[in-house]
């Protein structure tokens, strides 16, 4: 059974960069027809598309947030990471980490809890 | 960017009644070479993560009552709620994945 568990710093001050953990357990991140994908929802309006990792290491970002958005694998610690640079008020949102199978649904299936990030002096 | 519009934004349904929830996308979500339509509708209850329903636009994901179902093709779609019940009340989203990800801005169902 696949979990998904995300983590990071819970306030973030403006213009510095916010790094989030999601910790894959009962799979590995770099194995399968996966990608796994980092969503956001700010607080009172609705879901945002971040990007996604594949589990090749390729990846691809929401035009809106690419100059400033990493996604990527740590294979050692079977981790998929975020990384947001030059973070504003806008940023502060739940964050989710999530598990594309796409030779399947191809759909959103698997989702952690999600960590909330507030940006804030 | 293909951009995702859900209607209506809210609906009050007496409960046991039906619920309908329509998403429209920019452009087709159909590829011809599998026929499949790019789509997927969930369910976001607070404090929870979002919930997969429905993917392919129709197939239930497993677990799902069988309440719910999705139909449509190419722009229009629906998510239909037959015979409502107290933990469906919930904001539910249509995603399309035909090309990179966008999330309609999400349908609130509460009961009447």
């Known amino acids: 059974q696949v979990q998904l568990q995300e983590s990071g710093p819970g306030l973030v001050k403006p213009s510095q960069t916010l790094s989030l953990t999601c910790t894959v357990s009962?799979?590995?991140?770099?194995?399968?027809?996966?990608?796994w994908g980092w969503i956001r929802q700010p607080a009172g309006k609705g879901l945002e598309w971040v990007g996604r990792v594949y589990t090749s290491g390729i990846h691809n970002y929401n035009p809106s947030l690419k100059s400033r958005v990493t996604i990527s694998l740590d294979t050692s610690n079977n981790q998929v990471s975020l990384r947001m640079t030059s973070v504003t008020a806008a940023d502060t949102a739940v964050y989710y980490c999530?598990?594309?199978?796409?030779?399947?649904?191809?759909?959103?299936?698997?989702w952690g809890q999600g960590t909330m990030v507030t940006i804030s002096s | 960017d293909i951009v995702m519009t859900q209607s209506p934004d809210s609906l009050a349904v007496s409960l046991g009644e039906r619920a309908t929830i329509n998403c429209k996308s920019s452009?087709?979500?159909?590829?011809?070479?599998?026929?499949?339509?790019?789509l997927a509708w969930y369910q976001h209850k607070p404090g929870q993560p979002p919930k997969l329903l429905i993917y392919?636009?129709?197939t239930r994901e497993s677990g799902v009552p069988d309440r719910f179902s999705g139909g449509g093709s190419a722009t229009d779609f629906t998510l239909t709620i037959s015979s409502l019940q107290a933990e469906d009340v919930a904001v539910y989203y249509c995603q399309q994945y035909y090309s990179s990800v966008t999330f309609g801005q999400g349908t609130t169902v509460e009961i009447k």
């Open positions: 452009q087709s979500l159909l590829y011809n070479s599998n026929n499949k339509n790019y």
């Open positions: 009962g799979g590995s991140v770099s194995s399968g027809t996966y990608y």
């Open positions: 392919w636009a129709s």
């Open positions: 999530a598990r594309v199978d796409y030779s399947n649904s191809n759909a959103l299936d698997i």
